[in-house]
């Protein structure tokens, strides 16, 4: 839209610059030519009046036309009646030239301007000469060849001085222009930059209540729904938090009591019906525990702060190993960050997203597998990148789209017993600390979680959170 602005305001004012300009030139231009056919004109009626005079005249005639072929550049020719030449003025090139029979029988003026579009190189003016004394019959004809190279630069500058004044007010109409469409369009700019924050998820997203009336009016509207929809977010946000940690302690005090009832159960039927409630109650437990995590997430009750990298994946594996090892599923940490690498994550983030991604990897792994984790640096030196790669069957291209929906559930065995928000959670707190999360084609098989973290350049801040 701002190119748009700038371009029409230009073509409004080269129309105009035209419409002024153009007429102008056209009429200097026409002004030219008749001041110099008039002039040359003049000159050739007077010589010729002297050539129809009497011997002192024609004397001073050639005195004259000596002179006027030294101050300007113009050359005169002259024949008598009976078409021989009159010395020293020359003749035409062609004897039977049609100016000079007009000129001698008719007794016509001819202008020639060439056959050029304005004119040619020479302007060639023929005049009768008559005798001053008796009838005034036609005594001879006079031309004078009038060359226009002068005339041609004086055009050149009149049509040059104002090409060159339209370019520079078009040039300064085009700065013009500009600063006035960032003007008028910065209410519309200010109202995208808002749509564009509210579509990435920021609800405190408002515009400036600036411009004209009608974008001011579209500012409040955009404004009083943002705040609407804000509130509603927030109490439904509250809303999930609360339900979820009311929820986790039934849920607890359930699975204990189960495990009670299955302690105490002798009838192997029972117990197995009992071992499956306490599966329920386990993933109802993990739902619950996923919900409350994305609630505080999206509250953003934490800021990031330095996290020593390797330590803090080192300590997660320390925890998952036992759980891999019961499967014959090795873990192996790999890469060139040391123990020097601070990232920059909010308190207990990545120790939940770690947490999320080796539980997946962990239950898509066949036994005997590997699970590999890659701590590596951007060569840009700005992010850090932890990998996890497993050795499971892996997703699909659009399995791998829709990996991060919330509750949405593949067709593995994470999707039979997953709840569907690990990686929604993992994505949740990987973008809030400023990170990045994708997921591709593990090498061979399986499937690759890359990770990309903010580098801190102050490490050494207290770790918090577990």
Do not use: C
């Amino acid at each position: 839209m701002l190119r748009r602005l700038i371009v029409s305001y230009v073509l409004l004012v080269g129309v105009a610059l035209a419409a002024f300009t153009v007429p102008v030139a056209f009429t200097l231009t026409t002004q030219l030519r008749n001041d110099t056919e008039e002039s040359v004109r003049r000159e050739a009626t007077t010589m010729a009046l002297l050539l129809g005079g009497d011997a002192p005249a024609r004397q001073a005639l050639d005195r004259v036309a000596e002179a006027y072929a030294d101050e300007t550049p113009g050359v005169v020719e002259a024949v008598w009646a009976d078409g021989t030449a009159v010395p020293p003025l020359g003749r035409p090139a062609r004897p039977d030239d049609s100016a000079f029979l007009l000129a001698l029988r008719d007794g016509r003026t001819t202008v020639d301007w060439g056959d050029q579009p304005v004119w040619g190189p020479e302007l060639a003016i023929t005049v009768p000469a008559r005798a001053q004394t008796g009838d005034r019959a036609i005594v001879g004809a006079l031309r004078i060849r009038y060359a226009t190279d002068d005339l041609s630069d004086r055009l050149w500058k009149v049509w040059g001085f104002r090409a060159v004044l339209a370019v520079g007010v078009l040039a300064i109409a085009a700065g013009l222009g500009a600063i006035a469409a960032r003007l008028l369009t910065k209410p519309l700019r200010q109202l995208n930059d808002m749509a564009s924050r509210f579509s990435d998820g920021d609800l405190t997203a408002r515009s400036p209540i600036t411009g004209p009336r009608e974008t001011r009016t579209l500012a409040r509207t955009l404004n009083q729904g943002a705040e609407r929809l804000d509130t509603l977010v927030a109490a439904q946000r509250i809303f999930v938090a609360d339900a979820s940690h009311q929820l986790r302690t039934p849920l607890t005090a359930l699975r204990l009591s189960l495990d009670n009832i299955a302690d105490g159960v002798d009838d192997e039927f029972v117990r197995e019906d009992v071992e499956q409630a306490t599966a329920e109650v386990v993933r109802m437990s993990r739902l619950v525990s996923g919900l409350l995590v994305l609630a505080r997430a999206e509250a953003k009750v934490s800021t990031p702060e330095p996290v020593p990298l390797r330590e803090l994946v080192a300590e997660r594996l320390s925890v998952w190993r036992p759980a891999a090892d019961e499967r014959r599923v090795r873990i192996v940490l790999t890469g060139d960050v040391d123990d020097r690498l601070h990232v920059l994550a909010g308190p207990g983030n990545l120790d939940q997203v770690l947490d999320n991604v080796l539980s997946n990897a962990l239950e898509v792994s066949p036994d005997g597998g590997t699970i590999t984790i890659r701590l590596t640096a951007a060569p840009d030196g700005d992010e850090a990148v932890l990998e996890v790669l497993d050795q499971g069957p892996g997703m699909s291209a659009a399995e791998q789209f829709r990996a991060f929906d919330r509750f949405w559930r593949g067709q593995g065995l994470t999707g039979r017993s997953g709840t569907g928000l690990g990686l929604a959670v993992v994505r949740r707190l990987v973008t809030d600390d400023g990170g990045t999360v994708g997921l591709g084609d593990a090498p061979g098989s399986g499937l690759r979680v890359r990770i990309g973290l903010r580098i801190s350049r102050r490490p050494g801040a207290p770790r918090s959170g577990g």
